[in-house]
Nanobody
Framework: QVQLAESGGGLVQAGGSLRLSCAAS????????MAWFRQAPGKEREFVAA????????DYTDSVKGRFTISKNNAKNTVYLQMNSLKPEDTAVYYC???????????????????WGQGTQVTVSS
């Protein structure tokens, strides 16, 4: 069983930066694809970014390409999401998720992910 705990959310002005962290416990992340999703008020949860267990491959939704960077530190069992040039439309609860069955694949579907954190709020003011 994997437990995921996000941190690093907060209130920031448009154009600012935040770094989210996702700490895993209960199991190593070294073989899982890890991802960040987000859910804005009144909207469905959506894919943001994913990274393979090796860290060599990543995937981003179009709206964050060039602004967000996903990375991981297997030694620390932690995944990060560096968010730069934030926009008000980035406001959402951000969730970390782990795909135990990915085996090197990058997947965007919510149902592919086996473990989820509780989420951290990111609010970007204009």
């Amino acid at each position: 069983q994997v437990q995921l705990a996000e941190s690093g959310g907060g209130l920031v002005q448009a154009g600012g930066s935040l770094r989210l962290s996702c700490a895993a416990s209960g199991s190593t992340l070294s073989t899982y694809t890890m991802a960040w999703f987000r859910q804005a008020p009144g909207k469905e949860r959506e894919f943001v970014a994913a990274i393979t267990w090796s860290g060599r491959s990543t995937d981003y939704t179009d709206s964050v390409k060039g602004r967000f960077t996903i990375s991981k530190n297997n030694a620390k069992n932690t995944v990060y999401l560096q968010m730069n040039s934030l926009k008000p439309e980035d406001t959402a609860v951000y969730y970390c998720a782990a795909d135990a069955g990915a085996w090197g694949r990058l997947r965007r579907g919510l149902s592919e992910y086996d473990y989820w954190g509780q989420g951290t709020q990111v609010t970007v003011s204009s």
